[in-house]
């Protein structure tokens, strides 16, 4: 079954540092999107991407994060200059047209610490 | 701002009891939901979606969506104790779905 794939698993970072998280979405899917869970809270939006363009961003999207699409398979967050608050579990998602609707499949997740 | 809203629970059933989970959302233009389940530490797995007023059934799992009302629920019928994790609903489009903080199911044999 395709899946996307997240990488790190899990990395630990000194405050203020800079974090790249990567996502490959599932090949034939046209959408991507980055969630966040911080522990014990909500599943939070952070930003949607399509046709290598955001489409539509968190109002705090912009403070720290950016997303690139380098190639044609690889989908990435970055994170400037890291705050504790952002140690979260950070989710790559990525969804087709073709069903008729955003069903998004989620990858295993990348776990930040901020130390 | 767009809110999904459910109860935190914990909702606790005994094993092969009808659990049901509700939800409300706050933004009228949204067009599809979702119901995720969530085990501790793992990523949202998709469980049921629902566009339509009405009823969709899928083995145990029936999804409820009252569009006037803007209600969600989802029943599972026969629960079992794999099914304790908490379920997540989520509703939007497909620039953006919105999760609600999730219900915690537990399951008792």
């Known amino acids: 079954e395709p899946e996307v794939t997240q990488t790190p698993s899990h990395q630990v970072t000194q405050m203020g540092q800079e974090v790249i998280l990567r996502c490959v979405p599932i090949s034939n899917h046209l959408y991507f999107y980055w969630y966040r869970q911080i522990l014990g809270q909500k599943v939070e939006f952070l930003v949607s991407f399509y046709n290598n363009e955001i489409s539509e961003k968190s109002e705090i999207f912009d403070d720290q994060f950016s997303v690139e699409r380098p190639d044609g398979s690889n989908f990435t967050l970055k994170i400037r200059s890291t705050k504790l608050e952002d140690s979260a579990m950070y989710f790559c998602?990525?969804?087709?047209?073709?069903?008729?609707?955003?069903?998004?499949?989620f990858g295993a997740g990348s776990r930040l610490t901020v130390l | 701002q767009k809110e999904v809203e459910q109860n935190s629970g914990p909702l606790s059933v005994p094993e092969g009891a009808i659990a049901s989970l509700n939800c409300t959302y706050s933004d009228r233009g949204s067009q599809s939901f979702f119901w995720y389940r969530q085990y501790s530490g793992k990523s949202p797995e998709l469980i049921m979606s629902i566009y339509s007023n009405g009823d969709k059934e899928d083995g145990r799992f029936t999804a409820q969506l009252n569009k006037a009302s803007q209600y969600v629920s989802l029943l599972i019928r026969d629960s079992q104790p794999s099914d304790s994790a908490t379920y997540l609903c989520a509703g939007g489009g497909y620039n953006k779905l919105i999760f609600g903080a999730g219900t915690r199911l537990a399951v008792h044999p």
């Open positions: 998602a990525s969804s087709d047209t073709y069903s008729g609707a955003n069903v998004l499949t």
